[in-house]
């Protein structure tokens, strides 16, 4: 039986991210694990069967088609990440790098493939696993953290507007989709305005050098551009 997708998400913190619980002061050792633990450590949603959605098939396809370029333009393999259809309608990465793609995330935005690819480069951005070797052992405050996340949650935009760039797609959905589900301020985020510009900036950039690029070294580009790649390197 297929699996019923209720409503629309209404709006919310952030949609490429979890829900941010208050701070615990004291208790994480190690910078990295503080970040990653604020960043990357919260609850996770329940997994979905894909089986049971097929209404969003195609949706969790195209992901899956997009994660090796997304991966291997940030730096990383295929296999540094995992997909998971979840609960909810946010997507989120944990700290070994798998990503929940919630169901509502993937109905709503069934006709938007950029949100989609948008907010995957998001999680993929953030590359969790790095955050490991950061071993100085130091009680940020609270500040510090947020100021962290802030930076960590702006590159993750700036990859996001980068990657649809490279992928030859539009930033304009992913941008019009933060503004729209945004509801109030938070610390570790900028508003969506001013997020909407950091993707909007990245993604003229990126453009910019992914089309002088192809005019100047079109069979180089061919090969090696995120878009093009065919294995590994
Ligand atoms: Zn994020």
């Known amino acids: 039986m297929a699996g019923r997708i209720e409503g629309g998400l209404g709006t919310q913190l952030n949609p490429f991210g979890p829900q941010w619980p208050t701070a615990r002061a004291g208790e994480a050792p190690s910078i990295g694990e503080q970040i990653q633990q604020t960043l990357f450590g919260k609850p996770k949603p329940a997994i979905l069967d894909p089986a049971a959605f097929p209404q969003v098939a195609e949706q969790l396809k195209l992901l899956h088609k997009y994660k090796k370029k997304l991966a291997v333009m940030a730096g990383?393999?295929?296999?540094?990440?995992?997909?998971?259809?979840?609960?909810?309608?946010?997507?989120?990465?944990?700290?070994?790098g798998t990503i929940f793609v919630g169901a509502k995330l993937l109905a709503l935005c069934k006709e938007k493939p950029e949100v989609l690819v948008g907010a995957l480069a998001h999680e993929i951005g953030h590359r969790p696993k790095r955050w490991g070797s950061y071993r100085v052992r130091r009680q940020l405050t609270r500040e510090e953290i947020e100021y962290i996340c802030r930076h960590e949650e702006t590159r993750a935009d700036l990859f996001a507007g980068k990657a649809l760039a490279e992928m030859g797609m539009s930033c304009e959905p992913l941008v019009q989709f933060l503004e729209s589900v945004e509801d109030k301020p938070h610390p570790e985020y900028f508003p969506a305005?001013?997020?909407?510009?950091?993707?909007?900036?990245?993604?003229?950039?990126?453009?910019?050098?992914?089309?002088?690029?192809?005019?100047?070294?079109?069979g180089f580009d061919r090969m090696t551009s995120p878009k093009g790649h065919l294995g590994e390197y």
């Open 76 to 96: 990383d393999k295929e296999d540094d990440y995992d997909i998971q259809l979840a609960d909810g309608g946010n997507a989120m990465i944990d700290q070994a």
């Open 193 to 218: 305005k001013v997020r909407g510009e950091i993707i909007r900036d990245a993604h003229a950039g990126r453009a910019y050098q992914a089309t002088a690029r192809r005019t100047i070294f079109p």
